[in-house]
């Protein structure tokens, strides 16, 4: 195993506490794959899937051989992240309009989103390396989830949120856990900017996605759904884009299971982007390979709200190898999915819903046949953003929704409980 940087190569010790080379590029993990036997790992992988209270009953650290086979077991904490859902949901499926979907519920993780997969793995390294204070900037999730995780380690956690546009449920949830909260004027990018300069004097270890090890451990996420699917990947994965972590760790996930010979072909990757916050899905679109930073990004997916994403050359690396694309969706699109989501029972947050979103366009563009199989990944829990469930009593066509009841429920018998019915025709 080696660290590099992503862009020239050059080789760091794996346990320096580095983020990004002077040359500007981000850091990574290369794993060793030459000794390993696909038929041995998949014996492994599927008999941990019996185990109880262990380790290996993480859905992380299920694959751990992939992921950080040097740190010992010892020094991993765990609270059984991964190991969630995946589901498939016919109207869900209707609405985007493919041949086959599943979803992948990232929200069912203990902090409630997919921050989780990859926070534990950063945050066992830092206590490898004798860290005590724990750091990020975050759009909400990726606090909330580094709160969970210093405060089941008796650590603390130093969280910069900017002082605007963050959904309620995830600051109340960050300081609950004990967390340490300085709020700013700015934006995500200005937090993760001032602690990528400043962390080291600070002696804070920043586990934000420019930190390698949280990139190793939401590769765990393309891990699961291909075990879960007998190592065989549906045609495309879809997945909202932020920062860009994301698909940046499911492409090196894949390409790793594809190098072992787990899998013997890749899925196509589709990012989806809000429209209002979608540098990414811009420079794709022409053509570029410069990143022009959106300087105030727009969107009440809260946690997409990321004009300058920091892995946006992995996350290029990934489309190029994956034949994959891009599509930005506007926030009626977005919360028209949510809409179809929250109602097949499954559910999840604005952010999450974009990758449906997403699906159903690049359907109607024509990008995605009808006749395709589809992951979408869902990445954060319905409750995280109380804000936008606000708006389902107001519903206008009284399909759902709340009486308003000025009697006992007894006085509301028969006649606003017919109405009820009524409405649903
Ligand atoms: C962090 C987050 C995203 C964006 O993921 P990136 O890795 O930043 O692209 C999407 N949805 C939710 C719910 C998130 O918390
Ligand atoms: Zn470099």
Known sequence: MKMTCSECGIEYPVSSVAYCCPCGGLMQIVQELGGLDADRLKRIFDDRLSERGTLHASGVWRYKELIHPQLSSEQAITRYEGNTGLYEAESVRAFAGVDRLWLKAQSENPSGSFKDNGMVVAVSQGLSLGYKRFACSSTGNTSASLAMYAAWSGSEAY??????????????QTLAYGARMIRFAGTYDDGIAFLQRHAGELSLYLCNSVNPWRIEGQKSIGFEIAHRLGWK????????????????????????????????????????QAEGSSPFHRMMAAGSDMLTPEA??????SALRIGDPPSWKKAMVVLQETSGVTVSVTDEEIFA??????????????????????????????????????????????????????????????????SRPSKGAEGLYPDAIRAMFGAQG
């Open 233 to 272: 990947l549906p045609d495309w994965v879809v997945l909202p884009g932020g920062a860009l972590s994301n698909v940046a760790a499911l492409g090196k996930g894949l390409r790793e299971l594809l190098a072992i010979g787990l899998i013997d072909k890749l899925p196509r990757i589709a990012v989806v």
């Open 337 to 402: 999915a949510k809409r179809v989501v929250d109602r097949s029972g499954i559910g999840c947050e604005p952010a999450s819903a974009a990758s449906v979103a997403g699906l159903r366009k690049l359907r109607e563009e024509g990008t995605i046949d009808r006749l395709c199989t589809a992951v979408c990944i869902l990445t954060g829990h319905m409750l995280k953003d109380q804000e936008s469930l606000d708006m389902y009593p107001h519903e206008p066509d009284g399909a759902s929704g709340q």
């Open 159 to 172: 969280v910069f949120v900017p002082e605007q546009g963050v959904a309620a449920g995830k600051i109340g």
């Open 296 to 301: 105030n990004p727009r969107t009440r997916a």
